[in-house]
């Protein structure tokens, strides 16, 4: 499998566990092992807000691309970020910058 992906300035967040062909994307599972060979399901056919584009099978590797939020100021790595090649099965290291650290009250006594 190759996942690119394209990061969009967004405050929800996205899981994505591998199982084989399977990918289940928050929750939600979705099956491309019965895509042939050489065939393409077009942008937009699979419902599903988080892949952007079509999802590709091409020598046997299923190719697509899948949405990858981000806080109003990513990292070069986030904004930018490089394919996953043949990713192993389980939870997927997509890209994402660390929460922010809640600021700490300050109390001042008058």
């Known amino acids: 499998?190759?996942?690119?992906?394209?990061?969009?300035?967004?405050?929800?967040?996205?899981?994505?566990?591998?199982?084989?062909?399977?990918?289940?994307?928050?929750?939600?599972?979705?099956?491309?092992?019965?895509?042939?060979?050489?065939?393409?399901?077009?942008?937009?056919?699979?419902?599903?807000?988080?892949?952007?584009?079509?999802?590709?099978?091409?020598?046997g590797v299923i190719h697509l691309t899948l949405v990858t939020p981000h806080g109003p100021d990513p990292s070069q790595a986030v904004a930018f970020p490089g394919p996953l090649m043949d990713p192993p099965d389980g939870i997927l290291d997509t890209p994402r910058d660390p929460e922010p650290a809640e600021e700490e009250a300050i109390n001042v006594e008058a």
């Open 1 to 59: 499998m190759r996942i690119s992906f394209s990061p969009q300035r967004r405050d929800d967040g996205l899981t994505v566990i591998k199982s084989g062909d399977i990918l289940t994307i928050n929750g939600e599972a979705f099956d491309f092992s019965e895509l042939p060979d050489g065939a393409t399901i077009p942008t937009g056919e699979v419902p599903c807000e988080w892949i952007a584009g079509p999802v590709e099978r091409i020598d």
